[in-house]
């Protein structure tokens, strides 16, 4: 394992992204566990290796696989489901890995298999083993009605949730991300990814996105290409957009003060698509942004992170 971060911290910008793709060839042998055979083919040997900015829940994990022989795809498999991984180069893969907020510590497998014309050569287990990590609490007082809505409320709040849970299950196959993402707003982030909230003295689930502090009004952009699947004003989130990245990636804006784009519309990275807002349950205006990975609620600043820091995203 080892931490992008860390390293782009103290080098310069082209020469810790060497840095790194040397990294990822030599690979994480204490991690690394490939098998040697699989079907009647056998023998083919998957390096696996993985960068992240730390094995932790909210995490993604950029997962790195060199087969030494000609393969035609590679099938991943982590948490009950399935991973894509991509061809860069000759025998050379990469897919992603959401680590889920609540995911607990411990060794979790990743089953690897790779495939030529329709049959299975080869196969590893690379086991991530994620650690511990304390999320902050937070305090909160808000007006009573979002703390506990009143009962009239409570079949369109079952309502929305069903809504977003069938979108997050209907993803685009294909993926319309290209490259890093960016941020979506000037703002800066706060380290607010993960925080318990306990409303009025009340313990809620943990916050699954990053807030970011801007005015009202200020642009917010697409931070990759993708499909709005939703445009619709939310009882908690309030006026809200949802963006297919495609490949089970999603990306959720809240609070939004208006909307630029409508459903079914395609983004471009950059595309303005709404304005900050303190619509919904918030305590002031700003502009929060959850990212799905394959159902996992991850940190977008490690999404940010590690593909900004790998040349296998461009
Ligand atoms: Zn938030």
Known sequence: MFVIVDVCSRLPARQALE???????????????????AGSAGGEELQVSHS??????????????????RVDRIVGT???????????????????????????????????????????????????????????????????RFVNPPEESLERIRKESRRITALFGDFAPERRWEGPFDRPTEGAPTSSFGKRSILNGQPRS???????QAAKG??????????????????????????????????YFAHLQDFKVSQDDLVSKGTVIGRVGATGRVTGPHLHWSVRLRKARVDPLSLIAVLSSSRLSR
């Open 19 to 37: 840095f790194i793709f040397t990294l990822a060839l030599i690979g994480a042998p204490l991690q690394a566990k490939p098998e040697g055979t």
């Open 52 to 69: 992240a900015r730390s094995l932790q829940p909210g995490e993604v994990v950029l997962v790195e696989v060199q087969a030494s022989q």
């Open 78 to 144: 982590i948490f009950d489901r399935e991973v894509p991984f991509e061809s860069v180069a000759s025998g050379h893969w990469w897919g992603l890995v959401g680590l889920d907020l609540e995911v607990s510590p411990g060794e979790n497998i990743l089953q690897l298999k790779a495939f030529q014309q329709g049959r299975p050569i080869g196969k590893a287990e690379y086991v991530l083993l994620v650690e511990k990590k304390d999320f902050p609490t937070r305090h909160l007082t808000l007006a009573k």
């Open 206 to 212: 943990p916050h699954s996105g990053t807030d970011f």
């Open 218 to 251: 200020t642009p917010v952009k697409a931070p990759n290409f993708g499909k709005v699947v939703l445009a619709a004003d939310l009882y908690y989130s309030g006026n809200t957009i949802i963006l297919d990245h495609g490949q089970g990636l999603y990306s």
